[in-house]
């Protein structure tokens, strides 16, 4: 699928999610799309994006329209970047390059999760983008720093600490598909895969006989098993139960460039990461893959931009799936956004240029937001032109 076909076919995030449904094995696409036990916070996410009502203003000049932005000092096309996602290799080959090159050449940043199948300095060689690099605080602390250590001799920008999965997410799903790890080839799953062969032999295949079995590069020697019979527990997919702010102030000790704290979600939290020296803080619940009762980042956006948006780059995910989702959470304070599953879906559906077609289509309706609502550049989307319901906390006030 070229990028002519994507523009005649894929005219919203939701065409290029439906390629990548049938593109991709059910366990994996299921990996991708949902969210965890009844898809509570996934949806909640979508529905808060939708209770939001735009005020439309007219008879302005919005002749020219600019979604460009600045994120940490440096222009960015669109107040989007890429949200970190482990295992990307598994819905195209070299997935995580693929979207490395379209956020490039769409001109925003792209963030690399240390799941990665593909080492950090090899996505740093295949583009020549902004870069920022994701990690957990490991239970094995000087190993979390070696990797920072290793950020920087990569030449990455910027470094995103996720703090939300203090212990290894449980997806039953992936346990109904036959996808969860170990995995075993089982009947369910081997029909499954067969049902799909083209992905079988792009992503399985080649990869195979090119490195052999798919693993997490970024990870220590150490902790480095293939991918599928890695155990989830402290070990081989290791999670911090015990992160402290500490923690964060050593980290922020040791990185230079900026440092950006993901998963906050309680306006005192968002607090104490601007007190531990934090350069940004990304509100987000994982985009509904971890606790399903989790408020939507949205909600809880107009009381922390209120409490640190004058003091802090405040970034969102969790729900983004089209260009008025980013006019709102710009509307209610936030400075930008990142995508996570609506960059995937392009991958799965057609590597490179379908993950280019994400952020086109997000930019571009973004853009036409603006023009529908008066608004010629971000700093003229605000709050008054949103219609909020009583239970989005206190209207922002940070920018
Ligand atoms: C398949 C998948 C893998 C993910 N892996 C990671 C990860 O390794 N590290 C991380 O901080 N967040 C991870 N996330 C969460 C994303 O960074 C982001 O918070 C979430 O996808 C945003 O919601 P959205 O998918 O609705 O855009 C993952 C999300 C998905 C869909």
Redesign the pocket.
């Known amino acids: 699928m070229g990028p002519e076909f994507l523009q005649r076919h894929a005219l919203a995030v939701a065409d290029l999610q439906n390629m990548a449904r049938r593109h991709l094995p059910r366990g994996i696409y299921e990996?991708?799309a949902r969210g965890t036990d009844d898809d509570l916070a996934l949806r909640g996410?979508a529905a808060a994006f939708d209770e939001l009502n735009i005020l439309p203003r007219f008879v302005r000049d919005v002749s020219q329209v600019s979604t460009a932005c600045d994120f940490f000092g440096q222009a960015s096309s669109a107040p989007l970047a890429v949200?970190?996602?482990?295992?990307a290799s598994l819905m195209w080959l070299d997935g995580e390059i693929a979207s490395a090159r379209a956020a490039a050449k769409a001109g925003i940043p792209f963030a690399l999760?240390?799941?990665s199948i593909t080492p950090m300095e090899k996505v740093r060689e295949a583009s020549d983008g902004r870069l920022w690099l994701?990690l957990?605080v490991w239970p094995q602390r000087d190993m979390t720093r070696e990797l920072i250590l290793r950020a920087e001799k990569a030449g990455y920008e910027a470094l995103?600490v996720?703090v939300d999965?203090p212990a290894a997410p449980f997806r039953p799903y992936n346990m109904r598909n036959g996808f969860s790890i170990p995995f075993r080839l089982q009947r369910r799953n081997i029909l499954d895969i067969l049902q799909h062969p083209r992905w079988l032999y792009n992503v399985v295949f080649r990869r195979w006989l090119r490195t052999g079995a798919m693993v997490a590069e970024n990870y220590p020697a150490a902790l480095r098993v293939p991918v599928g019979k890695a155990t989830v527990g402290k070990f081989n997919l290791p999670f911090s139960d015990d992160v402290s702010w500490e923690d964060i102030r050593d980290i922020r000790r040791l990185w230079k460039g900026p440092l950006i704290l993901?998963?906050v979600m309680h306006a005192d939290d968002a607090a104490a990461a601007v007190e531990a020296g934090v350069d940004g803080i990304i509100l987000?619940n994982?985009?509904?893959?971890n606790l399903d009762s989790a408020i939507a980042p949205i909600r809880v956006l107009p009381e922390i931009a209120d409490r640190v948006g004058s003091r802090t780059t405040i970034l969102l995910?969790?729900?983004?799936?089209r260009g008025a989702d980013i006019a709102k959470a710009i509307a209610l304070g936030a400075n930008g956004v990142?995508?996570?599953?609506?960059t995937?879906f392009g991958v799965g559906a057609a590597g490179e240029a379908g993950a280019f077609r994400a952020f086109e289509l997000l930019t571009q309706e973004l853009a036409r937001v603006m023009t529908f609502s008066g608004a010629a550049d971000l700093s003229q989307l605000t709050p008054d032109l949103l219609r909020i319901p009583a239970d989005f906390a206190r209207i922002g006030g940070g920018k």
């Open positions: 990996y991708v996410n949200a970190p996602t482990g295992f999760s240390t799941g994701q957990y995103i996720t999965t993901k998963g987000s994982h985009g509904g893959r995910d969790s729900g983004i799936m990142l995508a996570g599953k609506a995937l």
